[in-house]
C-alpha cells in the first residue's frame, strides 16, 4: 500500500508505531533469539530516530555497526554505518556509511523496498557488504559486480 | 584493527559462496550464535529467512 507508507513516520504517527511494533522491532526478536549476547541488536531512540547497535563477525573479524531509522523510515531507506576503522575502500562513502541502495537516486534504481524489507534486512545487507570488504582487503578486487 | 585474514580455502569458500548468492540466490547461513560465515543452502527454511542472506539488492 505505497500510498499508506508515504505517510508514514515511523515514531510520530499511527501508522509508523503500528509498523516499528508489528513488524521492525518482531523481527529484531527473532533475529535475537538464540544469538549470543555480544551480537544481539539493541535500539535505542536517538531524537526522531531509532538506531540499531550491533556487532557482526563474517570471517575471523569482529565489526560494531549501528543502522539508523530516519523518521522518514521506512520510505527512505536505513543507513547503516560501520563504527570499526576500516580501510578505504569500494562502496564505501564519508563517516564510514556503506553504499548499498543508491540513496537519493530515482525510485527504479533504488534497490530499496519498504513494503518488503525490515530493518533486519539492512542488518543481512551490511553482513554480505562485510564479507566482501574481507574479500577486497586481501585481492584489492571487490568480488562483487555492481548489480545493473 | 588488527585484521586477521582468510586462509586460502576459506577465502574461495566464501568467494564462491557470493557469488552464487548474487547469482543464482544462493542462500548465505550465518552462524546463530555469533554471525559468523556458515556455509550455503539451496533451499531456504522459512524460519532460517530472517537469519540468513537469500536476496540482498544491494547496487553493488
Same mark, same amino acid.
Given at each position: 500500500?505505497p500510498?499508506?507508507?508515504?505517510?508514514?513516520?515511523?515514531?510520530?504517527?499511527?501508522?509508523?508505531?503500528?509498523?516499528l511494533?508489528?513488524i521492525?522491532?518482531?523481527?529484531?526478536?527473532?533475529?535475537?533469539?538464540?544469538?549470543d549476547p555480544?551480537?544481539?541488536?539493541?535500539? *535505542?531512540?536517538?531524537?526522531?530516530?531509532?538506531?540499531?547497535s550491533y556487532?557482526?563477525?563474517?570471517?575471523?573479524?569482529?565489526?560494531?555497526?549501528?543502522?539508523?531509522?530516519?523518521?522518514?523510515?521506512p520510505? *527512505?531507506?536505513?543507513?547503516?554505518?560501520?563504527?570499526?576503522p576500516?580501510k578505504?575502500?569500494?562502496?564505501?562513502?564519508?563517516?564510514?556509511?556503506?553504499?548499498? &541502495?543508491?540513496?537519493g537516486?530515482?525510485?527504479?534504481a533504488?534497490?530499496?523496498?519498504?513494503?518488503?524489507?525490515?530493518?533486519v534486512?539492512?542488518?543481512?545487507?551490511?553482513?554480505? &557488504?562485510?564479507?566482501?570488504?574481507?574479500? &577486497?582487503?586481501e585481492?584489492g578486487?571487490?568480488?562483487?559486480?555492481?548489480?545493473? | 584493527m588488527?585484521?586477521?585474514?582468510?586462509?586460502?580455502a576459506e577465502?574461495r569458500?566464501?568467494?564462491?559462496?557470493?557469488?552464487?548468492?548474487?547469482?543464482?540466490?544462493v542462500?548465505?547461513?550465518?552462524?546463530?550464535?555469533?554471525?559468523?560465515?556458515?556455509?550455503t543452502?539451496?533451499?531456504?527454511?522459512?524460519?532460517?529467512?530472517?537469519?540468513?542472506?537469500?536476496?540482498?539488492?544491494?547496487?553493488y
Open positions: 500500500m500510498l499508506l507508507i508515504a505517510a508514514m513516520g515511523l515514531l510520530d504517527t499511527e501508522l509508523g508505531k503500528r509498523r511494533l508489528s521492525e522491532l518482531p523481527a529484531i526478536e527473532v533475529y535475537n533469539e538464540g544469538r555480544e551480537y544481539r541488536i539493541s535500539v *535505542v531512540r536517538c531524537a526522531g530516530s531509532l538506531v540499531l556487532r557482526l563477525k563474517p570471517c575471523h573479524n569482529v565489526y560494531q555497526l549501528e543502522t539508523r531509522l530516519l523518521s522518514s523510515y520510505i *527512505v531507506p536505513p543507513e547503516t554505518r560501520i563504527l570499526t576500516l578505504h575502500c569500494p562502496h564505501l562513502l564519508e563517516g564510514q556509511t556503506l553504499c548499498l &541502495w543508491r540513496q537516486s530515482t525510485r527504479a533504488n534497490r530499496w523496498d519498504a513494503s518488503q524489507f525490515t530493518c534486512f539492512a542488518v543481512l545487507a551490511a553482513w554480505r &557488504w562485510l564479507a566482501c570488504y574481507e574479500l &577486497w582487503h585481492t578486487e571487490w568480488p562483487l559486480p555492481e548489480a545493473k | 588488527d585484521f586477521r585474514p582468510l586462509a586460502e577465502r569458500q566464501l568467494l564462491t559462496a557470493l557469488r552464487g548468492n548474487a547469482e543464482r540466490g542462500a548465505l547461513l550465518l552462524n546463530r550464535r555469533d554471525t559468523s560465515f556458515a556455509g543452502s539451496e533451499e531456504l527454511p522459512e524460519e532460517q529467512v530472517i537469519t540468513a542472506i537469500k536476496s540482498v539488492p544491494c547496487h
